[in-house]
């Protein structure tokens, strides 16, 4: 985990923030909508989410799913969730985040 950490910061502090959204509010996801600063975030987050072995880690570490929305959109998801991540990575919820009126991304 601090392999992670250490190596990509600005994608630690998003799963990080989502992680303690969910803890806190208790809603079965938290999904990021904030447009990363820059392109090294940007890339932080595609690693991130890219690497089946780091996904996996910050899963188990956070106890929750992961998912990842075309560009910046990340979501957590409890693990009863289903019905939520479904409806996250399904093919309508895709389509709608490419149009720039709904999600800058």
Known sequence: MDCIRES???????IERLAKELDTTGVPSAQ?????????????LFRLVGSDAMRR????RFGVRMAFQNCCRVGLFRLDAT?????????????????????NC
């Open 83 to 103: 019905k939520e991540d479904e409806e996250f990575i399904s093919p309508r919820a895709r389509l709608l985040n490419q149009d720039p009126s709904l999600v």
């Open 8 to 14: 990509l910061p600005y994608a630690w502090s998003v």
């Open 32 to 44: 990021n909508l904030e447009v990363p600063p820059d392109d090294a975030s940007w890339g932080e």
């Open 57 to 60: 880690a910050v899963q188990r």
